[in-house]
């Protein structure tokens, strides 16, 4: 199906109408002559709302049955352009939905609140954000959401509308309304025609009241190889030799947000899973991959990192996936699973990859328990990639060369976006990885064994001639992919 339609010269009345359909999300009016109206349905099931539309306006109807592929996308775009020229009835930022179940089943009778915090999540998932903040600035209330890694303000509300839009967001998280002094944790579940979408929610009390963060989790995302997410050559090669070994551990490492439980899935979806148990245990489960067994943690069941491992272990696992090292007890009893034969994947927040090893340390393991078990290091962040409609070469300023120490490596012109619809005027569009990576040699094991800082490490890297990320960052701008102050901006020179 490759005919646009102008959904603009659709008529206001019938739009209206479509509005009052609690199956709206079954079919699109698309087009309105003086005697027919053509209607796309989602299958043959819905013939009656479409002849039942068309008999309310008066109309003969014409049918069309489209795939999913074509009809899903239009549904958003038709809802998200009609919800707008209504919304200046009610209220000048509102949206489209219901409880928070299905995002294009929202409806005219719902409450102004619903809308405004509904559009609001629609508008954010369907741009690609990976979070919304709602929170109170000075004498405003403010929406922002974050986009390839860069938090911007979309929406600028009364301050009246503060409380109740929080009030309405618990609701949905299936949190305590009444309770604002104390910061609470929830989840919602949501559908957006084919998407399926986990929000967790975390409010914060504040200075000027009560803050929501939403980290938006699109399940129906497919995992991108470990190509596509930026590894190549000799590090990509040791990344795969490793995931290959029966035991150890593998910690990827990274501030939150930087891709880290995405490159270890990207790993597990190359292994071969029939003849292997792969088992992982998440706070909360990020992404769906057949032929593993995925555990979430669950609190309140006594349900944690640590004891869910050792539950693991009576499971006859090859692999474990380990959501985060967050503590003593888990990373001890990760580092036991690894020296009774198992393979151990894991993320921990650290700033690169050598520091990593002095914080497993710093969490009371034992340097010949961590000498023997750990494998490989990958320290990762994600550079936003250039627009490919705007780029242009241009020279490096003095400033740029400056924040580098004035490197030697550095070009002396580089590819920068300029900004186009395409882009949302940024001059970036999606993101790239870059990595460090430090195996774990029989010398780097002696290190361990020393205690060293991770100065020492990183020295030792550097020896061994393995890459940083500033060096890796610096070969992207060299091939044009991102800009020496974006690489600046993700590692903090």
């Known amino acids: 199906m490759s005919k646009s339609y102008d959904l603009n010269l659709v008529p206001r009345e019938v739009v209206d109408m479509f509005l009052t359909f609690p199956q709206r999300s079954e079919f699109i009016p698309v087009e309105v002559g003086e005697k027919e109206i053509k209607i796309l349905l989602q299958n ?147 559908k957006l025609g084919q998407k399926e979408v986990d929000v967790r929610v975390s409010t914060i009390p504040t200075m000027n009241g009560e ?77 769906q991959l057949s032929g593993i067994n995925q555990v979430q943690v669950n609190k309140a069941a006594g349900m944690t990192f640590a004891t869910t491992i050792r539950s693991f272990l009576r499971q006859d696992p090859d692999i474990i996936l380990v959501g985060e090292i967050r503590d003593q007890e888990t990373a001890s009893t990760a ?31 034992e340097p010949f328990l961590l000498a023997s078990s750990l494998s490989l290091v990958l320290g990762q962040r994600l550079v936003r990639v250039n627009c490919r409609h705007c780029s242009r070469e241009v020279e490096v300023s003095e400033n740029t060369y400056k924040l580098f120490d004035d490197r030697e490596d550095l070009p002396a012109r580089q590819t920068v976006g300029a900004g186009c619809e395409h882009c949302n005027f940024t001059g970036f569009s999606g993101r790239r990885g870059v990595y460090e990576l430090i195996p774990v040699t029989e010398d780097m094991r002696g290190l361990i064994m020393d205690a060293v800082s991770s100065d020492t490490i990183k020295a030792y890297a550097k020896k061994m001639g393995r890459e940083t990320m500033v060096d890796h960052g610096i070969r992207l701008v060299q091939e044009g992919v991102t800009t020496l102050e974006e690489v600046v901006r993700v590692t903090k020179l």
């Open 211 to 287: 803050k929501a963060v939403l980290r938006i989790l699109d399940r129906s995302k497919n995992i991108l190889n470990l190509e596509d997410l930026g590894l190549k050559g000799q590090d990509l090669a040791l990344f795969r030799k490793v995931l290959a070994q029966p035991h150890g551990i593998v910690l990827v490492t990274g501030p939150t947000g930087s891709g880290k439980t995405t490159s270890l899935y990207a790993g597990l979806s190359e292994l071969p899973r029939d003849d292997k148990n792969i088992v992982t245990v998440e706070d909360p489960v990020e992404y």
């Open 44 to 190: 043959e099931s819905s013939l009656p709302m479409a002849d039942f539309l068309a008999w309310k306006i008066g109309k003969k109807v014409k049918t069309e049955v489209v795939d999913e592929e074509f009809f899903f996308p239009l549904l958003e775009q038709a809802l998200t352009v009609w919800e707008e020229e209504s919304a200046l009835e009610s209220d000048s930022d509102e949206e489209d939905s219901e409880d928070g179940q299905d995002l294009l089943g929202w409806s005219h009778d719902d409450a102004p609140i619903v809308r405004l915090v509904n559009k609001t999540l629609h508008q954010a998932i369907s741009t690609g954000a990976s979070d919304v903040h709602f929170e109170g600035q000075g004498n405003g209330f403010v929406v922002r959401y974050r986009q390839d890694g860069v938090l911007k303000a979309v929406k600028r509300l009364d301050k009246g509308l503060h409380p109740t839009v929080i009030a309405r967001i618990k609701v949905m998280g299936e949190m305590d309304v009444a309770e604002s002094r104390k910061p609470q944790d929830g989840r919602i579940f949501l």
């Open 335 to 365: 580092v036991q699973a690894s020296l009774t034969g198992h393979l151990v994947l894991s993320t921990l927040h650290t700033n690169d990859a050598a520091t990593a090893v002095t914080r497993m340390l710093d969490m009371g393991i």
